[in-house]
């Protein structure tokens, strides 16, 4: 079994981007910059954001944060955004999802230049990425595919069970997945709540990618011996032993499942990190206008 450490990668990466950053700041180029706009004060947005201005740091970008309180209107974000649209310092921003509920994210989201949206949520990038088309693919599928490719996980015809099928990780990753090129042109099916036979079909799945946010949910008799795990659930669970009062928990129970693998990735260290590291690259694309 080998236990695929997204930390590492990660880290190599931020790495790969700070000594690319060195060479244009050498050449005359101004950093990137990446802004990021956050309301409220939940915790896991707070953590998420506090990492992507440090992953910034080590690559050498510039970046701006901007908060709300929760009572901010729909019209201040749309101004804000509009300002950023606007501003050529400012290669790619970010709005922190969830919103709160009086806000539509779908209206953020669509109200974000689709050549800013380092995220890559608008709907032209989600089209441009279904059919095959330069675009800002979505971080964490974009990091999985990442993670694949530099264990060499043969993906090629296999069987993929995607668990989940959300915008920002179950729907976006299938369709890399399926796309005509490796990492990817794999055989895909995607399961959720309303999905029959769960068990039987992960069983016989050469890749799980599990995005359900259901802690443990994976458990040893749906896998079959030596497949692919991959474990996108990060769900925090109470946890009075830790100073945090929480630990994160992956969909996978990986305890039972990781001796069965040929790979795995663990939770916390697997895919969470490469996910900031796409944002990171997707940026430097944005600066250098490799995209649009
Ligand atoms: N909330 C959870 N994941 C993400 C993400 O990748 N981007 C943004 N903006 N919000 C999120």
Redesign the pocket.
């Known amino acids: 079994m080998t236990l695929i450490d997204g930390k590492k990668v990660a880290d190599d990466i931020k790495r790969e981007i700070a000594a690319e950053v060195d060479n244009m700041v050498a050449a005359g180029m101004r950093r990137p910059h990446l802004a990021?706009i956050l309301v409220g004060h939940d915790g896991?947005?707070e953590t998420?954001v506090a990492n992507k201005v440090k992953a910034c740091e080590m690559c050498g970008f510039k970046s701006t944060l901007i908060r709300y309180e929760e009572d901010v209107t729909e019209q201040e974000l749309l101004d804000t955004i509009a300002r950023f649209n606007a501003d050529p310092d400012v290669d790619g921003f970010?709005?922190?999802?969830?919103l709160p509920r009086h806000i539509s994210e779908q209206r953020i989201i669509e109200a974000i230049d689709y050549r800013k949206d380092v995220?890559g949520?608008h709907p032209v990038n989600v089209g441009r990425m279904s059919i095959g088309l330069p675009c800002f693919v979505?971080?964490?599928p974009a990091g999985i595919i990442e993670l694949l490719r530099r264990y060499n996980v043969p993906t090629r015809g296999a069987n993929c069970v995607v668990l989940g099928r959300s915008n920002?990780v179950g729907k976006p990753v299938a369709s890399l997945m399926m796309q005509k090129a490796d990492p990817g042109n794999a055989t895909v099916t995607v399961l959720h709540s309303a999905s029959r036979d769960i068990k039987e079909k992960c069983a016989e799945a050469d890749i799980i990618i599990a995005a359900l946010g259901s802690p443990g949910f994976v458990t040893e008799d749906m896998v079959k011996p030596g497949a692919t795990i991959i474990d996108v659930g990060t769900t925090r669970v109470p946890d009075a032993s830790r100073k945090s009062g929480f630990r994160l928990s992956g969909d996978v129970d990986f305890d039972n499942v990781a001796p069965k693998c040929a790979f795995i990735t663990p939770v916390p260290g697997g895919v969470g990190p490469m996910?900031i590291c796409s944002?990171m690259k997707n940026t430097l694309l944005a600066a250098k206008k490799e995209i649009y």
């Open positions: 990021a896991g947005s998420y970010i709005v922190q999802l969830p995220d949520f979505s971080a964490t920002i996910t944002l």
